[in-house]
């Protein structure tokens, strides 16, 4: 049901010369010394568990430790170990800088990387090089509640006017239609986004338009300005208004969960919170809609991927911990413990849960992407901030829509030059 | 009487401020400890009313999830050792540098100041390397160090300071009675040094405990983590679930808040010795 996902946007299927290649699943028993393999990652041990538990029982003779390091430390952590010549052996993440200092190791040449959906590849492939392999795919949609969607007779949106109806349905009977922690630069970034999925990807002719943004060919001020001055009809119509600036993500999450608010933009991370929060909660997601009518686009691609220390004190071992990660069971096992799906060719993705089910049709045609993670050298976080301090500037009335898109060409011409 | 009542007037007044000053201050503690004894729902969908079922287990599943002993006794090492190591070294420094006011002294001591201007990020990616070099990494005596040379600094200045005011006369009399210098440091000068002690104690240990980067940085095996590093360990990514974490700050701060009641009779005894001072 997947496999559309993961040959959407990218549109080429990757290196035909693995798909014929049986996983292989290496046993440390050849390996008689005792070794060491660290693995640091920003996602808690326990979204891991599975897979950890697994890669300790398939490679007995290694010793498998796995460092968490808060989201917000973790690049500083993680650069300060590898610019000290130290630091762990595998490493979540192809940060472009890390890649540009030479702190990873080039994994292209290994046989794993060809098991692999060039999708999945992508974002952690520069100038034809590929850095890391890819873990389980990571989504972003509308989560609504069912139970006030049914109790006013609404159903999902399919275009973005019908989005809009909606929040006024909504606030004709008294419910405030969405819920967004906009003090997070995240959910208006991805927003509007969504809808320049709708409108601009899904074009075939603007299938290179990421690679080309990245290298500075074209901007995004004359890409984007259409969808995004779409996507701006919800600030005038007071969808989304200044005081969410000061709301947390938490914030709006407990908002959503309390059934104070019928929408809320997130991934299916927070759903078990959510339902923690609220176990009456009946939750459905919807992608976001775009101008025509459709089915909607999902913000997502590959979540986080393994990469390789160059400097890694066990290279042989963390090569066949990432090899034996390249196969569907470990797959599965990354899958068990958060949901996404497998960019691995042949991997069993399972059914779909029944929350994301009126997200079947967009997932089944490949409607997951996320621009930012193929921008190349400008696929860090400092761009996609600077594109949601902008928004949020813009929401706060500072700046036009097109002064949004201009001011982040700049900011994305100065990080090019500064990687010069 | 109509200055009585002029003066009722006002008193109530700032009375009633201070009480909701007070009101404001409680609020977020009552929110806190009230908020580790509710389920999660209830917790969110009335934040801020007393449990209707009183929960334990949020601190049993926190002290289970933090493996709180072995985090607590971590913590509590290397405080203590980073705490008196940096008293000792500074009170030794700061006595040489009051008593034997030379030239090179003098120098020296402005030579140290300088260190309380220097961020530690700046420093980070030599002392990592410097830390690795000594094969100190993943071993708590690289954050003992850490902390003894970055908070040595701030310590000697305090110290230096508040022992210019003790009378020199007191070691002259003991060194005339045969005292040599560290008879006289340690029988007469430290015990006069106690308040500025108790102080720069109390502050020492407020940044060791609660310092969260240094030991993420160079402690990397789980167990050697220090109490702040479960406490992330044990949150959310993408969202937080009060009830559980909530009962780990609370784990996280009583030790500390126990040791400041203890701690804070020195500071004001401190004050009080300086403010009589014929």
């Known amino acids: 049901m997947f496999t559309a996902i993961l040959s959407a946007c990218g549109g080429n299927e990757g290196n035909k010369a693995g798909d014929n290649t049986e996983p292989t699943s290496p046993s440390a028993n050849d390996n008689t010394e005792k070794a060491t393999v660290k693995i640091i990652g920003f996602n808690k041990e326990e979204v891991r568990k599975t897979y950890l538990e697994l890669l300790r029982q398939q490679f007995p003779n290694y010793d498998i430790q796995y460092q968490f390091v808060d989201n917000k430390q973790f690049t500083n952590v993680v650069t300060t170990y590898l610019?000290?010549?130290?630091?762990?052996?595998?490493?979540?993440g192809a940060d472009a800088r890390w890649i540009a200092a030479g702190y990873l190791e080039d994994l292209t040449s290994q046989p794993f990387v060809s098991k692999y959906y060039e999708t999945g590849l992508k974002s952690s492939t520069i100038n034809g090089k590929v850095y890391a392999i890819p873990l389980q795919s990571w989504f972003e949609g509308i989560w609504y509640n069912k139970d006030i969607f049914t109790q006013h007779n609404l159903t999902p949106p399919k275009?973005?006017?019908?989005?809009?109806?909606?929040?006024?349905?909504?606030?004709?009977?008294?419910?405030?239609?969405?819920?967004?922690?906009?003090?997070?630069?995240?959910?208006?970034?991805?927003?509007?986004?969504?809808?320049?999925?709708?409108?601009?990807?899904?074009?075939?002719?603007?299938?290179?338009?990421?690679?080309?943004?990245?290298?500075?060919?074209?901007?995004?001020?004359?890409?984007?300005?259409?969808?995004?001055?779409?996507?701006?009809?919800?600030?005038?119509?007071?969808?989304?208004?200044?005081?969410?600036?000061?709301?947390?993500?938490?914030?709006?999450?407990?908002?959503?969960?309390?059934g104070k608010a019928a929408m809320w933009e997130s991934g299916p991370w927070a759903y078990d919170t959510m339902i923690q929060k609220n176990p009456d909660l009946k939750l459905g997601m919807f992608p976001i809609p775009g101008t025509a009518e459709g089915s909607g686009w999902l913000v997502g691609g590959p979540g986080s991927a393994w990469a390789l220390n160059k400097n890694a004190k066990n290279k042989?071992?963390?090569?066949?911990?990432?090899?034996?990660?390249?196969?569907?069971?470990?797959?599965?096992?990354?899958?068990?413990?958060?949901?996404?799906?497998?960019?691995?060719?042949?991997?069993?993705?399972?059914?779909?849960?029944?929350?994301?089910?009126?997200?079947k049709s967009a997932f089944d045609e490949g409607n997951v992407y996320a621009p930012w993670a193929n921008w190349g050298m400008l696929s860090g976080a400092d761009l996609i901030l600077e594109l949601?301090?902008?928004?949020?500037?813009?929401?706060?009335?500072?700046?036009?829509?097109?002064?949004?898109?201009?001011?982040?060409?700049?900011?994305?011409?100065?990080?090019r030059d500064s990687m010069k | 009487?109509?200055?009585?009542?002029?003066?009722?007037?006002?008193?109530?007044?700032?009375?009633?401020?201070?009480?909701?000053?007070?009101?404001?201050?409680?609020?977020?503690?009552?929110?806190?400890?009230?908020?580790?004894?509710?389920?999660?729902?209830?917790?969110?969908?009335?934040?801020?009313?007393?449990?209707?079922?009183?929960?334990?287990?949020?601190?049993?599943?926190?002290?289970?999830?933090?493996?709180?002993?072995?985090?607590?006794?971590?913590?509590?090492?290397?405080?203590?050792?980073?705490?008196?190591?940096?008293?000792?070294?500074?009170?030794?420094?700061?006595?040489?540098?009051?008593?034997?006011?030379?030239?090179l002294n003098n120098l020296t001591f402005?030579?140290?100041?300088?260190?309380?201007?220097?961020?530690?990020?700046?420093?980070?990616?030599?002392?990592?390397?410097?830390?690795?070099?000594?094969?100190?990494?993943?071993?708590?005596?690289?954050?003992?160090?850490?902390?003894?040379?970055?908070?040595?600094?701030?310590?000697?200045?305090?110290?230096?300071?508040?022992?210019?005011?003790?009378?020199?006369?007191l070691e002259e009399s003991a060194s005339i009675d045969g005292c040599g210098v560290a008879g006289t440091f340690f029988r007469i000068t430290l015990p006069l040094l106690l308040p500025v002690i108790?102080?720069?104690?109390?502050?020492?240990?407020?940044?060791?405990?609660?310092?969260?980067?240094?030991?993420?940085?160079f402690l990397q095996s789980r167990e050697k983590g220090v109490i702040l590093l479960e406490v992330y360990r044990n949150i959310g990514k993408f969202a937080v679930d009060w009830t559980a974490f909530f009962p780990m700050m609370v784990l996280g701060i009583a030790p500390l808040l126990l040791f400041y009641v203890f701690m804070q009779r020195f500071i004001i005894s401190g004050i009080v010795t300086g403010a009589v001072k014929g």
Do not use: C
């Open chain 1, 83 to 92: 610019a000290s010549g130290e630091g762990p052996d595998i490493i979540e």
């Open chain 1, 159 to 258: 275009s973005f006017d019908e989005w809009m109806d909606l929040h006024d349905k909504l606030r004709a009977v008294g419910v405030k239609p969405q819920a967004m922690g906009a003090k997070s630069w995240e959910p208006m970034d991805k927003q509007a986004m969504g809808v320049a999925l709708n409108d601009f990807y899904s074009k075939p002719e603007n299938k290179d338009f990421d690679e080309k943004f990245g290298k500075g060919e074209v901007t995004l001020s004359e890409a984007w300005l259409p969808a995004f001055t779409k996507w701006d009809e919800t600030i005038a119509k007071k969808n989304l208004t200044p005081d969410m600036l000061g709301v947390e993500y938490d914030q709006a999450l407990d908002e959503f969960a309390t």
């Open chain 1, 316 to 359: 042989d071992a963390a090569l066949k911990v990432l090899d034996f990660t390249s196969t569907p069971e470990a797959q599965a096992a990354l899958i068990k413990d958060s949901f996404g799906t497998s960019f691995l060719k042949g991997a069993d993705n399972s059914e779909l849960p029944e929350q994301y089910s009126d997200s």
């Open chain 1, 388 to 415: 949601g301090k902008q928004l949020q500037d813009h929401l706060a009335g500072g700046t036009s829509i097109e002064e949004v898109l201009k001011n982040t060409d700049k900011k994305a011409q100065e990080i």
């Open chain 2, 1 to 103: 009487m109509k200055t009585l009542d002029s003066y009722k007037k006002t008193d109530f007044i700032l009375e009633a401020l201070l009480v909701i000053l007070a009101i404001g201050m409680v609020i977020p503690i009552y929110y806190l400890l009230i908020t580790t004894f509710k389920s999660s729902s209830e917790a969110t969908l009335h934040p801020l009313w007393l449990p209707a079922d009183w929960k334990f287990s949020g601190y049993a599943d926190a002290w289970k999830a933090m493996n709180y002993p072995r985090v607590f006794l971590n913590n509590l090492f290397i405080t203590v050792s980073s705490v008196l190591g940096v008293l000792l070294f500074a009170s030794l420094a700061a006595y040489s540098f009051a008593r034997r006011q030379t030239r």
């Open chain 2, 110 to 169: 402005y030579f140290i100041l300088i260190g309380v201007t220097i961020p530690f990020q700046v420093a980070t990616i030599p002392l990592f390397r410097l830390i690795r070099n000594l094969g100190l990494i993943d071993n708590p005596l690289s954050v003992i160090f850490i902390y003894i040379f970055t908070l040595i600094s701030f310590n000697i200045f305090l110290i230096k300071n508040f022992m210019n005011t003790v009378p020199i006369e």
């Open chain 2, 198 to 217: 108790a102080t720069v104690a109390i502050l020492n240990t407020l940044t060791t405990w609660n310092d969260f980067f240094t030991p993420l940085l």
